[in-house]
């Protein structure tokens, strides 16, 4: 029988379990096998995911993209289970094809075998969006900095997540490129963390910014456009279940040649733009307006409409550092 310790023995005499492998360290083989069983589970911070494939490209394309989340495969609760799978029949020798499902449904139609990590990305921002009620979900870029969260509600075409992209390769923690998870119970925003989805002329753009950011793949000719996706940084991902209180909700505006405007925008427009851009402000009812209303007290809003990248990120600086960094309170 193992001898007890002493009592008032250090507990730090005792051997630490060795860290989790990194998703991008791991033996593709490994990462394979995962996939096929039980599943790769992914911890975003607010939810956790399980995918489970049989699609030869989607795990080359997660150990890059994912690249600094812990390999696991099980976790003690998942909230979303989804699948995409090689599709059968006689074409798929002449054309292969994944499916994803989820939750019992097909929700998209059929995507080239070769793009299964964007229709993992799509499905999975999907099914976040169906089924995470137990957070306030704002269609926004969310950031930290200094234990405040800097919101970017906006609609698609907006430049929301080349700005998003931009801040993280600039010090700011990335909480989300798609989601501002705010638990109103907590009252404080979580990371639901994972890449940021980058289309077309932002792929260009951001390689411009920052030649070494840790971009995965290209893929063109998608649903969307060309695609491809910027990783989280290990610090993102090691605090991913660190809380951010309010800061500030910014509006961005992308238009070509435009010169920098940032205008503050009133408590009744900043309700409306944080209600219309929420995925589940209606499903939560009357606990989605009282969380909106919490926020619009807690932190203000500007529309930022701008032409160049570095002239954004230096208002948004000099915003922060005026208005949240140094304000009273």
Wanted: net charge positive; glycine share 8%; proline share 8%.
């Amino acid at each position: 029988m193992p001898a007890m310790p002493e009592a008032g023995a250090s507990a730090a005499a005792a051997p630490s379990a060795a860290p989790p492998t990194a998703l991008g360290a791991a033996a593709p083989a490994q990462v394979r096998a995962a996939l096929r069983s039980p599943g790769l589970c992914l911890d975003l911070g607010a939810a956790t995911l399980r995918v489970r494939s049989d699609a030869p490209a989607l795990a080359a394309g997660l150990q890059s993209v994912y690249r600094e989340h812990p390999l696991a495969s099980a976790l003690p609760w998942v909230d979303i289970d989804l699948r995409i799978a090689r599709a059968r029949g006689a074409r798929r020798w002449l054309r292969p094809l994944v499916r994803l499902r989820g939750e019992a449904a097909h929700p998209f139609e059929p995507f080239p075998a070769a793009t299964a990590l964007p229709l993992f990305e799509w499905g999975a921002n999907w099914m976040l969006g169906l089924r995470l009620h137990d957070h306030l979900l704002l269609h926004a870029g969310a950031l930290e900095r200094d234990g405040r969260a800097l919101l970017l509600p906006a609609m698609p075409g907006a430049g929301k997540s080349t700005l998003t992209a931009a801040l993280s390769l600039r010090g700011w923690r990335l909480l989300s490129d798609e989601f501002g998870a705010w638990d109103w119970r907590q009252r404080h925003f979580t990371a639901l963390l994972k890449p940021v989805a980058l289309k077309n002329e932002s792929i260009e753009v951001i390689r411009r910014f920052a030649p070494d950011a840790p971009l995965g793949p290209v893929f063109e000719k998608t649903r969307k456009g060309t695609v491809a996706h910027l990783a989280a940084s290990a610090q993102a991902v090691r605090l991913r279940h660190a809380p951010a209180l309010p800061g500030a909700f910014v509006l961005p505006q992308w238009q070509a040649g435009a010169a920098l405007r940032l205008e503050p925008v009133d408590a009744h427009a900043l309700f409306g733009a944080l209600a219309f851009n929420a995925f589940n402000y209606r499903v939560l009812g009357a606990t989605g307006y009282d969380a909106v209303v919490h926020l619009v007290q807690a932190a203000r809003g500007w529309r930022l409409v701008y032409g160049e990248l570095d002239d954004a990120l230096a208002a948004l600086d000099a915003l922060w550092q005026r208005e949240v960094t140094t304000a009273p309170g």
